[in-house]
């Protein structure tokens, strides 16, 4: 074959190039216009500063794809520069979905990608984005730009003028660039694609360095004796006998910005009023930017891994606030509105063995679930319904309790009942608050969110009052704070992401007291346990292994602890120290009302360059190592299913690279093939990553059964039922495994869970029947089949089976 390749070709190529620098030009135009720059300079700098790094971005992906454009010149002269248009088109649409990601989030998608599995993506972007007809037309459009903008090219711009052309914008560009580094290296300024594929670099670099250094230790660095945990809240509160309940609320994306008097405070009057009555921490931080690292930070003092505590594959030994109480007499329950499986959450709770798991599965139908978008998705239960959820779930519940809230609402997509109502008090505020510090202008432009935190407030406020009704309200401490800061409005800062507010409220406080010293979610377990150790006995607790030493009582502005900070997934590059911000290379003075200033000063910044690394050093090691916490004196450790060599083999083989549903499709074909043990391994593989697949946890159960293993399959069912008891086909299992194990006496007690929590398939009323008839009862099972018929009067099998009722 021989290789001819014109100037006609390259000319053709360009044209392409120059084409894509156009689109991502259009692109950044509707990024830009799509977040309501208001000033026009301020615009027209935004755009520009754009347009720089769209050109260079373009014109190298241009320069990289070049030899792929001769590689495919060489075999099919034809159809090169097609290929090579349909590759722009990936990038256009790659490079729209960041710029939506950005324009949604007010951020750029970086190496957290990397955190994420498919699902939890799939669940965020669809929660977020209404996925109508429209949201699609972009990604139509501007593919069709491509095409269009070569085609005038072509027709209207000569080879030669294309030369001189691409002679001088290279030129213009180069210095604009140089001249205004600053401004085009700014996070907002930079092209989405760039900015991801440097962030993931940076993170696998970084990965690839810290998993590589030679730790030349085997120690427990983070190991302390728990008496150095100071008491700083006994002074605060009056004392009972009885150990007090402990009700912990998070609150999605509760940033302090948004309560009492700060910038965008007045829409949560019960939270400000709350303030008064409380301890309140002005200068409370979380320690990640996201939900996926407050469990493990607040109620576990725990570092965070290389994506976040709960990612780490094998969960490194450790305690926590929940394993700790649960060991000296605590009921421990956790009430969500959500799939506990996001965010891996499920797994950090079942390590340290909680009690009660009250997530979406577990709501009743006369609750109101949060509608679903135009793609069908819902996150879950709204705040109200979650509060009231848990109101109806503590009476059964012993004393004393640990009860653990997470709201859901205040996030995309921002929808909840009666929204209308929270609107229209949005309007009233604006109306009758003269103090606010932003404009109606600002205010109407996310109406949607701050109806959303009113919407929050009132349910924390209903929820608190019905609380104070009950008999256990005096003897219990309610510590309010948020995960992070609302991400979808603008931040002023790189600290504010992770400004959130702390109250610890109780009737049983001496007084309120407000305090200006800075502390961490890190801080509020030491501090919790160490309060009650000294005033009500605690067993078993000599060793600790706390990331935090404990909240800060100072009423003055001060900062006594360093504190990592890891923005998303993946990211740790802040770092707070006394009054100072690291991030990303830069030093910030954080004054004593918590906003920021830049500073320059390189003798610290590399002393905190330097601090930092240590700290990622340190966080690899014990959790790649499991070094957190000993083995031999964890009395609380929940075992994980350990898999041999040759099963983590075999499941290798039969799933590798896939994902979990991916895994239980092979699981299941597995056991109808009789390949029962094969089956079981793949169960356990998907339910080590995942407790509450309940799909995976009733085939497990099912084979169990088939192989005659009957006590265990019982065990796995119920087990289903207690995590799912809304799902069906763990009922249908149970009845099927009762009545191939000659237990049919035990078949009515599941039928009637079942009909308590109104699952009424006929299949399960048909079998049933058959275990009535079995032990001798054909007048109920008579009764049975009457009201099955009634609804499926023409089903023959029915029909047959009532015939030899009779």
């Known amino acids: ?42 615009l027209f700098n935004t755009i520009f500063f754009k347009f720089i790094n769209d050109f260079w971005v373009a014109l190298i992906v241009g320069i990289l794809l070049f030899p792929v454009y001769l590689l495919l010149h060489y075999l099919s002269k034809k159809y090169a520069l097609n290929i090579i248009k349909a590759l722009f088109v990936i ?67 000569s080879k030669r003028k294309l030369t001189g052309g691409g002679i001088i914008l290279i030129v213009l560009f180069g210095s604009a660039m140089l001249i205004s580094y600053n401004n085009t290296s700014n996070k907002k300024n930079q092209n989405k694609i760039a900015y991801l594929t440097a962030d993931i670099i940076k993170y696998q670099s970084e990965k690839i360095n810290l998993s590589t250094t030679a730790f030349n230790r085997n120690d427990y660095p983070l190991l302390k004796p728990f008496h150095t945990s100071k008491d700083v809240l006994s002074p605060f509160f009056n004392m009972k006998e009885e150990k007090p309940n402990i009700v912990v609320l998070i609150v999605e994306g509760l940033g302090t910005e948004f309560i009492g008097h700060r910038t965008y405070g007045g829409f949560t009057p019960y939270l400000d009023g709350l303030i008064s009555k409380s301890l309140y921490w002005d200068h409370f931080v979380s320690t990640t930017g996201r939900t996926f690292g407050v469990l493990p930070s607040l109620l576990g003092s725990l570092p965070f891994g290389d994506t976040g505590f709960m990612e780490v594959p094998q969960t490194p030994s450790h305690i926590s606030l929940i394993s700790v109480l649960k060991a000296n007499g605590y009921t421990t329950s956790y009430y969500s509105g959500d799939r506990s499986g996001f965010d891996k959450k499920i797994n950090f709770l079942e390590y340290n063995e909680i009690e009660n798991i009250v997530d979406e599965s577990k709501y009743e139908q006369e609750y109101i679930k949060t509608e679903t978008n135009s793609g069908g998705f819902s996150w879950g239960y709204p705040d109200a319904e979650i509060f009231k959820k848990t109101l109806a779930s503590l009476d059964d519940k012993k004393q004393p309790r640990l009860d653990i809230i997470m709201t859901l609402s205040n996030h995309e997509p921002f929808k909840f009942p009666n929204k209308e109502l929270h609107e229209l008090k949005v309007d009233s505020i604006l109306s009758a608050n003269k103090n606010l510090k932003i404009s109606k202008e600002e205010v109407l432009n996310h109406k949607d969110i701050y109806a959303t935190l009113n919407y929050t407030d009132a349910s924390i406020k209903d929820f608190m009052t019905a609380y104070a009704k009950r008999k256990d309200y005096n003897n219990t401490i309610f510590i309010i704070t948020g995960d992070h800061r609302l991400i979808p409005i603008s931040q002023k800062d790189k600290l504010c992401r ?248 035990k078949s009515e007690a599941i039928f009637k869970k079942a009909i308590k929590n109104k699952i009424k398939e006929p299949e399960l009323s048909f079998k049933m029947a058959q275990a009535y008839l079995r032990n001798q009862n054909t007048k109920q099972a008579i009764k049975l089949m009457d009201s099955i018929i009634n609804k499926h009067p023409n089903n023959t099998n029915y029909l047959t089976f009532k015939k030899t009722l009779q």
């Open 498 to 745: 992770f400004h959130v507010p702390l109250y610890i409220y109780s009737p049983l406080l001496k007084k309120a007291e407000r305090f200006k010293s800075v502390s961490s979610h890190w801080d509020v377990a030491p501090s919790i346990l160490a309060f009650l150790a000294k005033n009500y006995k605690l067993n078993n607790l000599e060793e600790t292994a706390w990331m935090g030493e404990g909240l800060d009582t100072a009423r003055q502005f001060r900062n006594i602890h360093k504190i990592p900070l890891m923005r998303y997934k993946g990211s740790i590059n802040d770092y707070m120290y006394q009054d100072y911000l690291y991030s990303d290379g830069e030093l910030f003075k954080i004054k004593e009302n918590f906003n920021t200033s830049i500073i320059d000063d390189e003798v610290l910044i590399n002393q905190l360059s330097d601090s930092l690394m240590s700290f990622k050093k340190m966080n690899a090691y014990v959790t790649q190592q499991n070094k957190i916490f000993p083995d031999s004196l964890n009395i609380y450790m929940k075992s994980r299913i350990d898999f041999s060599e040759a099963q983590l083999a075999s499941i290798k083989a039969m799933a590798n690279k896939l994902s979990l549903d991916e895994t239980f499709e092979i699981a299941r074909e597995k056991a109808f093939n009789k390949e029962r043990e094969k089956a079981r391994l793949l169960c356990d593989y998907i339910l080590n990553e995942l407790p509450n697949h309940a799909d995976a946890r009733t085939l497990k159960g099912r084979t169990l059964a088939w192989d005659g293993y009957f006590e265990k399959a019982e065990a796995e069912l119920l087990n289903v039922v207690k995590r799912s008891p809304f799902y069906y086909d763990s009922y249908l299992a149970l009845l099927d495994m009762y009545w191939w194990s000659g237990q049919e006496h």
């Open 1 to 42: 074959m021989k290789f001819n390749f014109k100037n006609k070709d390259f000319y053709g190529y360009a044209c392409a190039t120059l084409s894509l620098i156009g689109v991502f030009w259009c692109i950044s135009l509707f990024e830009a216009l799509s977040l309501k720059t208001t000033a026009h300079d301020t």
């Open 91 to 157: 990038i256009i649409i790659i490079q729209f979905s960041l710029v939506k990601y950005s324009v949604t989030t007010l951020l750029n998608l970086g190496a957290d990608l990397l955190g994420y599995s498919f699902d939890d993506i799939y669940k965020t972007v669809s929660a977020s984005e209404s996925l109508s007809v429209t949201y699609f037309i972009p990604y139509i459009l501007f593919p069709i730009l491509l095409i269009l903008f070569f085609k005038l090219i072509e027709k209207f711009v």
